[in-house]
């Protein structure tokens, strides 16, 4: 099995949390680094939809990829292996989110330097990472078919925080009793600005709309 | 639309929630009432589970049931329209979790008297429900195929906490790359006592064989 660089992280001890946050933001902008917090329940298909998408986008950006779990080493692994970028494994000593200062405690465990985009795959948790500041450039969130077109009822800061929804799984949806439209609405609902992206990553479909999108986010991220 | 019942809970507020959490799973066992903590990712299917459980077990018991959402009513009133049994919708004003003193609250929303079984559905979140003892008798957790065979190495606790381990959805099994012996290893590495049932709600499937698992806990707990 690859063997990956694993992190054992410390929780944020920073008062100003909010602070931290931005003070990491603007650091990574000052290097170019666009940093991208990616959300979901567990098993939304974070790591799947970030294979795929990395390997639309490796040939043109640099990228990392730190992988967020309170156990396990697997999708780090996997995402060394199925796209060669440098990937480190997070562990969050059994927490349920990352704050800004586990964020930067992952990135110094990553070289930066010329890398243009790094994705964080957070704790898979719909509600605690909503409410702490990764420190990110773009908050995004996955929903897959299987969860149900609800979800945005349900965990309403999830959805207000996150500028861009992947609806995943979409190849086994009609398995499902998942509405698109009223999952669409649901998401606008709690965020009328939200860009909405369907996609299977197991097809392919929608994929390069999604690798299109973070290609025109990098380029006025680069400006 | 059914009307339910809707209580906002607050955060407890005791030094001792272990203490806490004995003396509530105590007091109903004195009042003959058993408690179930159900837990799963957002939409691994609790409340449709619940549905089907419920339908072939209220001719035997008398059972209420606790819906806990940091927003929606949805859930209540699903299990009241398709159910006919006792429904409240709980909200947790943001948190995460319910430890035993918001299950209290809970309860208290609901007549006790005459039930046989609460069932408790938590928060949609692997993660944190794991840390708190709700005070139940029978703490159990759903794995639905769609989540992968994955999810016990990566949420260590809920897998070491609950007895009963439900893997649903499994009529979609085809559709994921779901190994369900290697997801049995993995419950039983964390666990090696507990019981895993696989169904399909949707089918039917399996869910005969968990009405008995109920039917024979309560029989124990009535002793």
Same mark, same amino acid.
Request: net charge neutral; proline share 2%; glycine share 8%.
């Given at each position: 099995m690859e063997k990956v660089k694993v992190i054992l992280l410390n929780k944020g001890v920073f008062d100003d949390a909010d602070a931290a946050a931005e003070k990491l933001r603007r650091e990574l902008k000052e290097k170019g680094v666009f940093l991208v917090n990616v959300m979901s329940s567990p098993g939304a298909g974070k790591t799947t939809f970030l294979i795929s998408l990395i390997n639309r986008l490796k040939t043109r950006y640099k990228i990392g990829v730190l992988e967020a779990d309170i156990d396990c080493d697997t999708d780090a %692994? &996997? !995402?060394?292996?199925?796209?060669? !970028?440098?990937?480190?494994?997070?562990?969050? =000593?059994?927490?349920?989110? $990352?704050?800004? *200062?586990?964020?930067r405690q =992952?990135?110094?465990?990553?070289? $930066? &330097?010329? $890398?243009?985009? %790094?994705?964080? *795959?957070? %704790? =898979?948790?719909?509600?605690?990472?909503? *409410?702490?500041?990764? =420190?990110?450039h773009l908050d995004m969130t996955i929903l897959s078919v299987s969860e149900g077109d609800d979800k945005p009822l349900k965990y309403p800061l999830m959805y207000e925080k996150c500028k861009l929804v992947i609806i995943s799984k979409t190849d086994a949806a009609s398995y499902f009793d998942f509405d698109l439209k009223k999952c669409k609405e649901n998401i606008l609902n709690r965020n009328k600005d939200a860009k909405i992206i369907s996609v299977s990553a197991k097809t392919g479909a929608g994929m390069d709309e999604a690798a299109d999108y973070f290609i025109k986010a990098l380029e006025n991220f680069k400006k």
């Amino acid at each position: 099995m690859e063997k990956v660089k694993v992190i054992l992280l410390n929780k944020g001890v920073f008062d100003d949390a909010d602070a931290a946050a931005e003070k990491l933001r603007r650091e990574l902008k000052e290097k170019g680094v666009f940093l991208v917090n990616v959300m979901s329940s567990p098993g939304a298909g974070k790591t799947t939809f970030l294979i795929s998408l990395i390997n639309r986008l490796k040939t043109r950006y640099k990228i990392g990829v730190l992988e967020a779990d309170i156990d396990c080493d697997t999708d780090a %692994v &996997r !995402v060394a292996q199925k796209t060669g !970028v440098k990937s480190v494994q997070l562990h969050t =000593g059994g927490m349920c989110h $990352l704050d800004a *200062e586990m964020t930067r405690q =992952g990135l110094d465990g990553i070289d $930066l &330097r010329g $890398l243009d985009i %790094v994705f964080l *795959e957070n %704790v =898979g948790n719909l509600v605690c990472p909503a *409410e702490y500041d990764a =420190g990110a450039h773009l908050d995004m969130t996955i929903l897959s078919v299987s969860e149900g077109d609800d979800k945005p009822l349900k965990y309403p800061l999830m959805y207000e925080k996150c500028k861009l929804v992947i609806i995943s799984k979409t190849d086994a949806a009609s398995y499902f009793d998942f509405d698109l439209k009223k999952c669409k609405e649901n998401i606008l609902n709690r965020n009328k600005d939200a860009k909405i992206i369907s996609v299977s990553a197991k097809t392919g479909a929608g994929m390069d709309e999604a690798a299109d999108y973070f290609i025109k986010a990098l380029e006025n991220f680069k400006k």
